[in-house]
Each structure stands twice: as structure tokens, then as C-alpha cells.
């Protein structure tokens, strides 16, 4: 079956600008996470939606924000960008529904701020 | 949310066994112990879960203590396609706690 697919692979944006990034989890996973991956802090939770409700949310300023739609495909977008926010942005999508969830990931959106 | 603590990195040659450890002194009791491993500019691929005791699974296994306040990774007979970030998050809540890892490297 297909894998969780990121688009765009890689972007390159201007400081202030806008951006948004898009995410189709595994079919039939309602859960999509998202995490920020920088060489100095690792990998970062953003926050996750479940069924269209955001569930869980990380130590991110409100210029990170995200939706799901109503088949599970998820955006995440950073609005007022800063230099800082170059990352690798990756996207895991599970079930979300068991105690134990397994995570699926994505290979990634790489986010270049100049 | 638990954190975990592991080594940043480890050397091993190839062929040899590799175990690596990974601390959750405040693991809880709904949390599984998950495995996962990272090539660089790709996401983390799960590798193996567990509660407690022994998994084994065709690529690894996982040991866990009674207490469960840490866990240990075993790779068999390592290759240099191994070479990667391991990372030893806590699945429990509707999210993970990545840590830093273990950087692996395979010498020939």
C-alpha cells in the first residue's frame, strides 16, 4: 500500500513569506502528526489532528498552524517566515486509535528560509 | 510527556552485535517503548515496539527490564547499511518524544 507522501520534497522561500505543506497519510490512518527535524534541536513535535481535530499541540509559536480535511489529508502552514524555520519538515501518520500507536513516516519536506 | 535518554553515538564494526540502551526512569504505565531509525534527509523508519520483557522481530530485538525504566536495542551482525540515528521514543500520548539519539556508525 502507498506510504505517507509530503509534497512539496523541497522548497525554498524568502523571509516573511508564507508557506504551506501538504501531507496524505497511509489510507485508513486517521492521525496525522507533524515534526520539525533542525540539526540543533532535533526532532520537534508540532502538534497532531485526529479526524479533523487538532489533539495534541508542541512548544511552537502561533505562526505554526495546521488542518485536516475530512480524508485525513493534512496541511501544515508557517506564516511570517524567519531564517530559523529552515527544517526538515516531516509528517507521520497512525491510526490514532489504540492505545499503542504506530507511526508511519513521511520522507520529509525540506524548508530552505533565505 | 517521558523523555529518554540514550549514548549520542557508538562505533561497531561490521559483523558484530550492537546493543543500544535507551533510559525512561518516568515511563508510564500506558507507554510503549518504540524503536525507530533515521537515514539522514529521510524520516524516522519504525523499527520495533515493545512493553515489557523480550520482542524479536527479523531485524532486531528489544529487551526490557521488569521495572521498564530503560530499554535496550540489540542488532545482530551489523552491516554499513546500518549506519544511521537511532532513536528510542515513548508511544503513549498522541505524540513522541524524538531526543537526540544514537548516532551509529559501521566500520568495515
Known amino acids: 500500500k502507498a506510504g505517507v507522501t509530503q509534497t512539496p520534497r523541497y522548497l525554498i522561500k524568502t523571509r516573511g513569506q508564507q508557506v504551506t505543506l501538504s501531507c496524505s497519510p497511509i489510507s485508513g490512518h486517521r492521525s496525522v502528526s507533524w515534526y520539525q527535524q533542525t540539526p540543533g534541536q532535533g526532532l520537534q513535535f508540532l502538534f497532531e489532528?485526529?479526524?479533523?481535530?487538532?489533539?495534541n499541540k508542541g512548544n511552537f509559536p502561533g505562526r505554526f498552524s495546521g488542518r485536516q480535511f475530512s480524508n485525513s489529508r493534512s496541511e501544515m502552514n508557517v506564516s511570517t517566515l524567519e531564517l530559523g524555520d529552515s527544517a526538515l519538515y516531516l509528517c507521520a501518520s497512525s491510526l490514532g486509535t489504540d492505545l499503542y500507536y504506530g507511526y508511519t513516516f513521511g520522507s520529509g519536506t525540506r524548508l530552505t528560509v533565505v | 510527556l517521558a523523555k529518554t535518554t540514550q549514548p549520542i553515538s557508538m562505533d561497531s564494526y561490521e559483523g558484530q552485535e550492537v546493543n543500544i540502551t535507551c533510559s525512561h526512569n518516568?515511563?508510564?504505565?500506558?507507554?510503549?517503548i518504540t524503536w525507530y531509525q533515521q537515514f539522514p534527509s529521510q524520516g524516522p523508519r519504525f523499527i520495533i515496539q515493545?512493553?515489557?520483557t523480550k520482542v524479536t522481530n527479523e531485524v532486531a530485538s528489544l529487551f526490557i527490564p521488569a521495572d521498564r525504566k530503560s530499554s535496550t536495542l540489540s542488532l545482530p551482525r551489523v552491516s554499513l547499511s546500518d549506519t544511521a540515528v537511532y532513536y528510542c521514543p515513548l508511544s503513549g500520548a498522541n505524540n513522541l518524544f524524538f531526543g537526540t539519539g544514537t548516532r551509529l556508525t559501521v566500520i568495515p
Open positions: 518516568n515511563i508510564a504505565t500506558n507507554d510503549y
Open positions: 489532528y485526529f479526524s479533523e481535530t487538532q489533539r
Open positions: 515493545g512493553y515489557k
